[in-house]
């Protein structure tokens, strides 16, 4: 029975080496995995995983050239105005979603704008929540509000974050407007600084857009009734949304952002009368809870000659306007 127990004490010395020797490698093990999360961390904290991305790809655009895109962002809104010079304006930002602010910032990413400007049109989170990403990655040369603000938690989240940059913030009112250096101007037709409008999606800021002739209107999620009080003013003075030496022009234009997703109080036939839009852009995200668009307002566009285009059927949709000609492109999916 001895000669097991002289091997035993023999072989101690060697195992205690080897059990050194795995301990000294969980150590290092775990050291290198910790490193390597710290760098992704740090690296997550100092470059949003969204600059990561790669960018979306999109023809070269022409000196004179403006286009607009309508991004798809689901049941929310985002449209882009992408002026000659490279400036660029995103009006609303889709309702923060990760597929949204990655897709959205791919898109941002492919343009490269020269400057980025931010407008959101009222405090819906389908319409803000993408703010919030989008002030990660960028620094606004401006930013403008709605009259109207929220009470929802992540509206001050937003609002907190926009009052750490160092950027023109303005609130959009009627007759404030968006100037660029190629001749296009944005003007902001509604809301009156005094009209009182306490319901959100009518405290929507509309939205007029001329450029070479071409002109678009985008509608935020304004109601019927606000369709109406605009056309009525309008009747009484056409030049009654003019500032200064950028004149509004509603009676026929050639771009309409449809309001509120194609919804059945929206899109009226006394507006659709009004403005006969060449082109209707509808908003929405397929097989939405709100039954978007509705039919009777596709009705109602295809009945003034519209042609519909729906981001829920065509994906992201980039209309270009360059020396009067309009040509619309769609992914068409």
Same mark, same amino acid.
């Given at each position: 029975?001895?000669?097991?127990?002289?091997?035993?004490?023999?072989?101690?010395?060697?195992?205690?080496?080897?059990?050194?020797?795995?301990?000294?490698?969980?150590?290092?093990?775990?050291?290198?995995?910790?490193?390597?999360?710290?760098?992704?961390?740090?690296?997550?904290?100092?470059?949003?995983?969204?600059?990561?991305?790669?960018?979306?790809?999109?023809?070269?655009?022409?000196?004179?050239?403006?286009?607009?895109?309508?991004?798809?962002?689901?049941?929310?809104?985002?449209?882009?105005?992408?002026?000659?010079?490279?400036?660029? !304006?995103?009006?609303? *930002? #889709? &309702? +923060?979603?990760?597929?949204? %602010?990655?897709?959205? /910032?791919?898109?941002?990413?492919?343009?490269?704008?020269?400057?980025?400007?931010?407008?959101?049109?009222?405090?819906?989170?389908?319409?803000?929540?993408?703010?919030?990403?989008?002030?990660?990655?960028?620094?606004?040369?401006?930013?403008?509000?709605?009259?109207?603000?929220?009470?929802?938690?992540?509206?001050?989240?937003?609002?907190?974050?926009?009052?750490?940059?160092?950027?023109?913030?303005?609130?959009?009112?009627?007759?404030?407007?968006?100037?660029?250096?190629?001749?296009?101007?944005?003007?902001? !037709?509604?809301?009156? *600084? #005094? &009209? +009182?409008?306490?319901?959100? %999606?009518?405290?929507? /800021?509309?939205?007029?857009?001329?450029?070479?002739?071409?002109?678009?209107?985008?509608?935020?999620?304004?109601?019927?009734?606000?369709?109406?009080?605009?056309?009525?003013?309008?009747?009484?003075?056409?030049?009654?949304?003019?500032?200064?030496?950028?004149?509004?022009?509603?009676?026929?234009?050639?771009?309409?952002?449809?309001?509120?997703?194609?919804?059945?109080?929206?899109?009226?036939?006394?507006?659709?009368?009004?403005?006969?839009?060449?082109?209707?852009?509808?908003?929405?995200?397929?097989?939405?809870?709100?039954?978007?668009?509705?039919?009777?307002?596709?009705?109602?566009?295809?009945?003034?000659?519209?042609?519909?285009?729906?981001?829920?059927?065509?994906?992201?949709?980039?209309?270009?306007?360059?020396?009067?000609?309009?040509?619309?492109?769609?992914?068409?999916?």
């Amino acid at each position: 029975m001895k000669e097991p127990a002289e091997e035993k004490r023999k072989g101690e010395p060697g195992q205690k080496r080897w059990d050194k020797r795995k301990k000294r490698g969980r150590i290092v093990l775990f050291s290198v995995l910790a490193a390597v999360l710290l760098s992704v961390s740090l690296l997550a904290y100092f470059v949003p995983p969204a600059l990561l991305l790669p960018a979306l790809s999109f023809p070269p655009k022409g000196e004179t050239e403006l286009r607009l895109h309508f991004v798809d962002v689901g049941q929310g809104d985002c449209a882009i105005v992408e002026f000659p010079e490279g400036d660029v !304006l995103v009006i609303d *930002a #889709g &309702d +923060g979603s990760f597929s949204c %602010n990655n897709h959205l /910032a791919r898109y941002l990413k492919g343009l490269k704008p020269k400057t980025l400007s931010m407008l959101l049109t009222h405090p819906d989170e389908d319409h803000y929540g993408g703010f919030l990403s989008l002030l990660k990655l960028y620094d606004p040369a401006a930013f403008y509000l709605p009259v109207l603000s929220s009470d929802a938690d992540l509206y001050r989240t937003f609002s907190e974050r926009l009052e750490k940059e160092d950027c023109l913030v303005q609130t959009m009112t009627r007759g404030d407007t968006v100037k660029s250096p190629s001749g296009a101007y944005l003007v902001c !037709l509604s809301p009156g *600084a #005094g &009209d +009182g409008e306490e319901d959100e %999606n009518d405290a929507s /800021a509309v939205l007029y857009l001329s450029y070479g002739g071409v002109s678009a209107v985008f509608c935020g999620d304004i109601s019927s009734a606000r369709e109406r009080k605009l056309c009525e003013e309008y009747a009484l003075d056409e030049t009654l949304f003019d500032s200064g030496d950028c004149k509004v022009r509603l009676a026929g234009v050639d771009v309409l952002k449809t309001a509120h997703h194609g919804s059945a109080d929206a899109s009226s036939a006394s507006f659709l009368s009004l403005l006969r839009p060449g082109i209707a852009v509808i908003s929405c995200g397929r097989g939405n809870s709100y039954s978007h668009p509705a039919g009777e307002c596709v009705e109602r566009l295809l009945s003034v000659g519209a042609q519909i285009y729906r981001t829920d059927e065509r994906g992201d949709i980039m209309i270009s306007i360059d020396s009067g000609n309009i040509s619309v492109t769609a992914d068409g999916r």
